[in-house]
């Protein structure tokens, strides 16, 4: 499990960066950057996050996989990534990062850096590559985080450490994943390991013997307990390099380029987001059975994971449950497949609460019901999912209200990011504004007027706040719940007349840049509305002719 120091340095390429991540932070105050060592110079480490990931965060924050795949692959550019899962199981961004100076503090920096830009929120799950220095900051800075190494990370380790196993014994590695992978509870994994040790007179081989004191943080039987939202239960803990920038960043990527791609890769990512969104309230699930348990599920769930929960519900005709003990109000059930009872997952019952759990964990682990908890519901007549076995996270409404309201309300009290509150809020309103106006002709055209008359309020008060004192107390460096009076009391009575006139002065300025910067929000939006209303023409046009080819 390596580390090392690394030292690089990108010349030119790093006021690039730079450059960039200051024009942004100036369009959007809620861009986040920092830099660490060398401040602003080509051999310090930064970290940037936008306002769309720090946004994802609050809704998607609770499994977080930290990428440090340029360090195994050699890239150009020391590029990490902090990402997540979306509602639809897609990868989301919550920040990047550039490691130019690898020292035994940068890791400590990095997490402590994006936790604070994450608003200090802590997920309950981390993914990280299986290095000391990484660990050690885990510990430290996310004491609360379950931490899990990458397995595809010591898949690739081992088949370098046991080259010669690896060629002399083609099966080795078909038998080693398949026991790190297949393996359903601790007993059967600690007896396949064994075996396959013994089979390979690799008992004492030193590597080995690694992996396995550290079992508990990357054998998925021992993870089981813990959110990773994993959608499979045998997910490789991140397979691909990296899958929110595979295909835009490899390591032949160049600094001049990196910006451009990853660019590239959050306007991609975002598209198929809202591809998703339209398939998911586009299309009509066809359900398999007549449990109102399904409907139920059909209406709340996204397309993808509707599919999943509708593949476990399905699952429990061939997997019935049978009761093994009660004791007052828990009922314990053996539950198998046909013909496969030596597979047999025990579920408790509480009738009184009407929870139940698994020995599978499924439902702890991926946020989605397992096959045999809906196999003692059904034999319970429990016909709708009890609200705790629905996850928000993995709702078509997962973005409205609940984590973001809480963080708008935490951040009114920061008066350090007050102008950071105030675009997160309206951005966050305007969002929910574009989805319900672009629903029909109808609800687009009220949108407008909405919108119009915003504007005309927005103007009428510029024009006010240009001739007013009192208005214009409000600025960058303000609290957003300070009230005009209050600001006015915490100016110093002794101060003159001209003292005064120059502190209105500068906030009246700073007010007129912030109001301008509503106007580029506001024409973003109109924008918006006006695309998807001359797509949604396009596709009418589309519709009409091919009934009219059908009628000829």
């Not at 393996?183 to 004492?204: G, P």
């Not at 927005?458 to 240009?466: D, I, R």
């Amino acid at each position: 499990m390596s580390s090392g120091a690394r030292h690089r340095t990108l010349g030119g390429g790093a006021q690039q960066i730079l450059d960039y991540l200051k024009r942004m932070q100036a369009e959007n105050p809620a861009f986040f950057y920092a830099f660490q060592g060398d401040n602003e110079h080509s051999t310090g480490n930064v970290f940037w996050a936008d306002a769309t990931s720090r946004m994802n965060y609050n809704h998607f924050g609770d499994t977080v996989k930290l990428d440090t795949f340029y360090r195994m692959n050699n890239f150009k550019v020391p590029f990490a990534a902090f990402t997540g899962l979306n509602h639809h199981g897609q990868p989301v961004l919550f920040g990047c990062a550039l490691l130019l100076n690898e020292s035994d503090t940068t890791f400590l920096w990095l997490i402590q850096t994006w936790l604070h830009a994450m608003s200090g929120h802590f997920p309950v799950s981390i993914t990280t590559d299986p290095d000391r220095l990484i660990q050690m900051a885990v510990a430290q800075v996310l004491p609360g985080s379950r931490h899990r190494f990458c397995k595809r990370s010591i898949f690739l380790e081992t088949q370098e450490k046991l080259a010669h196993i690896y060629q002399t014994h083609p099966t080795f590695e078909m038998e080693f994943k398949k026991c790190i992978n297949e393996t359903e509870t601790v007993d059967e994994f600690e007896s396949c390991w064994e075996s396959l040790l013994e089979r390979y007179y690799l008992l004492d081989n030193e590597w080995l013997q690694s992996l396995y004191n550290a079992r508990h943080q990357w054998v998925p039987v021992f993870m089981r307990d813990t959110f990773f939202g994993e959608l499979c239960m045998t997910d490789t803990g991140g397979d691909a390099v990296n899958l929110f920038f595979d295909g835009y960043v490899n390591a032949a990527t160049s600094i001049q380029l990196l910006i451009k791609q990853y660019e590239k890769a959050v306007a991609g990512w975002h598209e198929k987001e809202l591809k998703a969104d339209y398939d998911t309230t586009s299309t009509t699930p066809v359900l398999k059975t007549p449990s109102p348990m399904e409907k139920q599920a059909a209406d709340l769930y996204t397309k993808r994971i509707f599919t999943k929960f509708q593949e476990e519900l399905v699952e429990t005709l061939a997997n019935p449950a049978t009761k093994i003990e009660e004791s007052g109000t828990i009922t314990s059930y053996r539950v198998a497949k046909y013909g496969e009872e030596i597979k047999a997952h025990t579920v408790r019952f509480n009738a009184f609460e009407m929870k139940a759990n698994c020995s599978c964990q499924m439902f702890e682990f991926s946020g989605i019901i397992c096959r045999h908890i809906l196999a003692v519901f059904r034999s319970k007549n429990v016909l709708t999912l009890p609200s705790e076995y629905l996850l928000k996270r993995w709702t078509r409404n997962a973005k409205s209200g609940g984590a973001v309201d809480e963080q708008a309300s935490e951040l009114r009290g920061n008066s350090q990011e007050p102008l950071t509150v105030r675009h997160n809020n309206l951005r966050h309103e305007a969002i929910k504004f574009v989805e319900e106006g672009a629903k029909s002709i109808h609800f687009y055209n009220v949108a407008m007027d909405a919108l119009q008359e915003a504007a005309k309020k927005v103007a009428a008060a510029k024009k006010q706040s240009s001739g007013t004192t009192q208005g214009s107390t409000l600025g960058n460096g303000a609290d957003q719940g300070t009230h005009t009076g209050e600001a006015n009391q915490m100016m110093p009575p002794h101060k003159s007349a001209d003292e005064k006139e120059k502190k209105i002065r500068d906030l009246a300025a700073e007010l007129e840049s912030t109001n301008q910067r509503c106007e580029v929000y506001r024409a973003n939006l109109l924008a918006v509305l006006r695309d998807m209303e001359d797509q949604k023409l396009k596709l009418s046009v589309k519709v009409q002719n091919a009934r009219l080819s059908l009628k000829e």
